[in-house]
């Protein structure tokens, strides 16, 4: 499990992104970089990371499932995951 204040500063970035989400569109619309520069750095969500909703491990992340590799495994292993089979051949 990843430490609790890594978990919440993302919470804040998310926070920060969703606020300044439509003033960014607006000024790079506009080719402002000058007041893109501006604006707070976290406003970007490239800064983001993209986290396991489980665990909120940050590395081994699988998109589609919005989970760590293994935490993947351990769930598809269980069966827990419809659709998803140990592959054997």
Known sequence: MA????LEREKRKS?????YAAVR????????YVGLSQLPRNACAARLSRRCQATGRK???IGRFKLSRI?????????MI???TKSSW
């Open 25 to 32: 569109a607006e000024l790079k619309a506009k080719g402002d």
């Open 71 to 79: 935490t993947f495994r351990e769930l598809a292993s269980n069966g």
């Open 59 to 61: 590395r081994g992340y």
């Open 82 to 84: 419809p659709g998803v």
């Open 15 to 19: 926070a920060t992104v969703a606020k």
């Open 3 to 6: 430490k609790t204040c890594w």
